[in-house]
């Protein structure tokens, strides 16, 4: 059983740049979902993807946007950097089904670490 | 609006003592609730998963228990070891929306 893997591991941008990063889920898995971790914090919730579509969204702005893909892997794009998007970026996978209970059990991959000059 | 707290921020015990860790939430309609422990700028790793119906969960040294009433949840780690060296988060998932909470952690330290 494959895991979730993100790439790349750490990047380094300047203010007003795009990033993408990207995320694999793990194997059986039809859900992604994207975290910002700052410094010290908790994860915040930025959006989830399923079945290609955005299945929910947090308190972040349109400059976050994502993208799922038939395979269920995911990109998660940040336009205009600004110095606060300095952070860990966390993708975790799920199983949702419509048809039966769900645990809603999040696994997570290693993150991306971003950081805004 | 969920909000997660976790006390304490950081703990430091000796090798071999039995400690809690606690979390607590303010809106007790959750669907779940999950323990993670994140080493240092890595990523998190699921150790338990409570689902709303249940009391507790078990998985070798760990134990979680669920209080949604009272909005709290513990994380009994049995017999520390160094290598539980590591922050601990919980994060809740509410009824009807995908975005799950979480609390800033409790950073363990055991020490040899």
């Known amino acids: 059983e494959t895991g979730v893997t993100q790439s790349p591991t750490h990047l380094i941008k300047t203010r007003g740049q795009q990033v993408t990063l990207r995320c694999s889920s793990q194997?059986?898995?039809?859900?992604v979902s994207w975290y910002q971790q700052a410094l010290g914090q908790g994860p915040q919730f930025i959006f989830q993807?399923?079945?290609?579509?955005?299945?929910g969204r947090g308190n972040f702005p349109p400059r976050f946007s994502g993208l799922q893909f038939p395979n269920y892997s995911s990109e998660l794009n940040v336009n205009a950097l600004e110095l606060d998007d300095s952070a860990l970026y966390l993708c975790?996978?799920?199983?949702?089904?419509?048809?039966?209970?769900?645990?809603?059990?999040?696994?997570f991959g290693e993150g991306s670490r971003l950081t805004v000059l | 609006k969920q909000e997660v707290t976790q006390i304490p921020a950081a703990l430091s015990v000796p090798e071999g003592e039995n400690l809690v860790l606690n979390c607590s939430f303010t809106d007790s309609a959750i669907y779940n609730l999950q323990w993670f422990r994140q080493d240092p700028g890595k990523g998190l790793t699921s150790l338990l998963l409570?689902?709303?119906?249940?009391r507790e969960q078990t998985s070798g040294r760990l134990n979680a228990s669920l209080d949604k009433s009272s909005g709290r949840s513990t994380l009994y780690i049995a017999a520390s070891q160094p290598g539980d060296s590591a922050t601990y988060l919980c994060a809740v998932r509410p009824y009807n929306n995908n975005d799950m909470r979480f609390g800033a952690g409790t950073r363990l330290t055991v020490k040899p």
């Open positions: 993807y399923y079945r290609e579509e955005e299945n």
């Open positions: 409570i689902q709303s119906s249940q």
């Open positions: 194997s059986g898995h039809n859900t």
């Open positions: 975790a996978s799920s199983l949702l089904s419509r048809t039966y209970p769900n645990t809603g059990e999040l696994f």
